[in-house]
């Protein structure tokens, strides 16, 4: 079958000689990809910043398909089902699952007990395959997958995976009341679907920051909200303050993670140096622009080690964390009736539609940010 | 460089007026305080957390175990065990716990080796990795064409330069040797 195969840092293509997978636990599903999107955390993998991203993996884990073949204990889904697969691989049975935490399994991933096992995203995440191929093997057929409704665009049911779930869950997190002013580090997908929930939950302000102009014109639109690019801004947390009575904002949301752009010296040693995990200068501004006794909400992906924040301030001004991987089965039900409610239009962010036999330009692309590029889709011939 | 994304341009001078905003407030929850995730208390906590095991996957590849664990998880990937190598760097580096350096540091490592034996592995199956394409460098040619050219321009002048002293190098010592 054709599938995506990692070579090394900024080198991956697409090999036609890769095994079909086979069914390798009573549990599993061989899953048809019909969609596969490539992520900004799935750059991450790409510019080799993830710890045991082994050559010969292939990536992805935001994809929708059909299933092929089922394992001997599935019982909730059949062949022939069209599913939404969350990006979670989660058993439903531990101590986490049955807390609704699908995105902390703790039967899903050997390699890391801080990470449950995510499709397609290194060995630190459990070394399953992802979804940038024509068939994926999906264990926990019982759990995750979700059947899509037939009325249902698969462009759509795709970006229900992650980008979604992880957005609202972000705004969620934010603990958002009504009239709350929040801001959104980051205008990529996740950013962009975080600060079209904060409204939902009854914001009174939105207000993204971001230093691509061709995002923020789309995330100004998209998401009816304020959109600043930090170039131009001088120094970003003075004026959040100024904007907000210099109180600063309720909420604050991290939709960047690791790769940050905006300060030298973080750059430095999180993402040319490798010495810290990742570049927090999303994460450093969020803590400093929320208000006191204020919410931090964290969604960008960093690395397993540590990273520098100003966390003085976080005691002194007595902010709240919250973070976490989305747990997308969780919130299906509820972001399923938005789409069909026409309260949420995912598909919109979707700007590249490109074959899978051509996954190195998409690559090049989305990591480039040429062409525009906000969501990239993969689609096998 | 003037951008439309100064202060100076904020949106939502209707303030407090939402209409205009399809679904505005259809999730808040006033009751939401602290927010998800939040602990749900079972029993558990004072008696131990057991849960009915799913089925275990049999395993028959190395697969590498972090240290803080004291099984194996009913499921996991069995794509690339470790080999090579890179591999011997990576059984060691998971003799460490996730808390350790020594844990993470040489994965790195052991990724960027692998990239070598990964080259080593295409030309022994007598597969030339291209590499321009493996970059995605064509995408470069589309949408950013002045950038590619300068980019091959300056690649371009480089070998050349290289190739040049190459072959002056040659042809001094050449000259050396006709002299001795
Ligand atoms: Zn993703
Ligand atoms: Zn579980």
């Known amino acids: 079958m054709i599938a995506m195969n990692f070579r090394g840092p900024f080198r991956v293509r697409a090999d036609r000689d890769k095994p079909i997978p086979e069914i390798e636990h009573p549990n599993?599903?061989?899953?048809?990809?019909?969609?596969?999107?490539?992520?900004?955390?799935?750059?991450?993998?790409?510019?080799?910043?993830?710890?045991?991203?082994?050559?010969?993996?292939?990536?992805?884990?935001?994809?929708v398909g059909e299933i092929v073949e089922v394992g001997s204990s599935v019982q909730n889904v059949k062949v022939g089902d069209k599913v939404i697969v969350p990006f979670n691989i989660a058993c439903g049975k531990c101590a986490f699952c049955r807390q609704e935490l699908f995105g902390n399994c703790h039967e899903s991933n050997p390699e890391a007990t801080a990470v449950g096992g995510i499709?397609?995203?290194?060995?630190?995440?459990?070394?399953?395959?992802?979804?940038?191929?024509?068939?994926?093997?999906?264990?926990?057929?019982?759990?995750?997958?979700?059947?899509?409704?037939?009325?249902?665009?698969?462009?759509?049911?795709?970006?229900?995976?992650?980008?979604?779930?992880?957005?609202?869950?972000?705004?969620?997190?934010?603990?958002?009341?009504?009239?709350?002013?929040?801001?959104?580090?980051?205008?990529?997908?996740?950013?962009?679907?975080?600060?079209?929930?904060?409204?939902?939950?009854?914001?009174?302000?939105?207000?993204?920051?971001?230093?691509?102009?061709?995002?923020?014109?789309?995330?100004?639109?998209f998401a009816q909200?304020?959109?600043?690019?930090?170039?131009?801004?001088?120094?970003?947390?003075?004026?959040?303050?100024?904007?907000?009575?210099?109180?600063?904002?309720?909420?604050?949301?991290?939709?960047v993670g690791c790769e940050a752009a905006g300060d030298a010296m973080n750059t430095l040693l999180g993402r040319k140096l490798l010495l810290q995990g990742g570049t927090t200068t999303a994460l450093h501004w969020a803590i400093n622009s929320v208000k006191k006794g204020g919410i931090v909400s964290i969604v960008g992906v960093y690395g397993p080690v540590n990273a520098l924040v100003p966390i003085g301030n976080v005691v002194n001004k007595g902010i709240t964390i919250r973070a976490n991987q989305a747990s997308v089965k969780r919130l299906l039900p509820r972001l399923i009736e938005h789409v069909k409610n026409g309260v949420l239009s995912p598909k919109d962010m979707i700007t590249h539609r490109i074959p899978l036999h051509e996954v190195a330009e998409g690559y090049h692309i989305f990591s480039a940010k040429l062409d525009n590029c906000i969501k990239p889709v993969l689609i096998p011939s | 460089m003037e951008s439309e994304f100064t202060p100076d341009n904020r949106m939502n001078s209707m303030m407090a007026d939402y209409s205009h905003i399809k679904g505005w407030g259809?999730?808040?929850?006033?009751?939401?305080?602290?927010?998800?995730?939040?602990?749900?208390?079972?029993?558990?906590?004072?008696?131990?957390?057991?849960?009915?095991?799913?089925?275990?996957?049999?395993?028959?590849?190395?697969?590498l175990t972090s240290t803080e664990?004291?099984?194996?998880?009913?499921?996991?990937?069995?794509?690339?065990?470790?080999?090579?190598?890179?591999?011997?760097?990576?059984?060691?580096?998971?003799?460490w716990s996730e808390s350790d350096l020594r844990r993470w540091i040489p994965l790195i490592l052991a990724d960027r080796i692998g990239a070598g034996e990964g080259i080593i592995d295409d030309l022994a199956h007598g597969k030339i990795p291209n590499i321009f394409a493996e970059r995605g460098w064509t995408a470069e040619m589309k949408y950013n064409r002045k950038n590619f050219l300068l980019k091959v321009a300056a690649v371009t002048v480089v070998a050349v330069g290289v190739t040049a002293l190459i072959v002056n190098r040659k042809k001094i010592s050449g000259s050396l040797k006709s002299h001795r």
């Open chain 1, 225 to 255: 909200c304020e959109a600043y690019n930090f170039n131009y801004l001088g120094d970003v947390v003075e004026f959040i303050k100024h904007t907000t009575d210099s109180l600063g904002a309720d909420v604050c949301i991290d939709a």
């Open chain 1, 119 to 221: 499709f397609g995203y290194s060995h630190t995440a459990g070394g399953f395959d992802g979804g940038q191929a024509e068939y994926v093997r999906v264990p926990y057929a019982d759990v995750g997958p979700t059947v899509i409704p037939d009325w249902m665009d698969p462009d759509d049911a795709v970006l229900l995976t992650d980008v979604v779930p992880t957005g609202y869950q972000a705004a969620e997190m934010g603990g958002i009341l009504p009239g709350d002013t929040v801001v959104v580090f980051g205008a990529g997908p996740v950013g962009i679907m975080a600060a079209k929930c904060a409204w939902l939950f009854g914001a009174g302000r939105v207000i993204v920051i971001d230093q691509l102009d061709y995002r923020l014109e789309f995330v100004q639109k």
């Open chain 2, 26 to 63: 259809i999730d808040a929850d006033l009751e939401n305080d602290p927010t998800y995730p939040m602990k749900k208390r079972t029993d558990e906590e004072r008696f131990g957390y057991t849960w009915e095991r799913p089925e275990q996957q049999p395993q028959d590849v190395e697969i």
């Open chain 2, 69 to 95: 664990r004291n099984n194996m998880p009913a499921v996991f990937g069995t794509t690339v065990p470790p080999s090579g190598l890179s591999g011997m760097i990576r059984r060691y580096a998971y003799t």
């Open chain 1, 28 to 63: 599993d599903a061989i899953v048809k990809v019909l969609r596969s999107c490539i992520c900004g955390s799935d750059l991450h993998l790409y510019h080799g910043l993830v710890p045991d991203t082994r050559v010969g993996s292939t990536f992805g884990h935001e994809f």
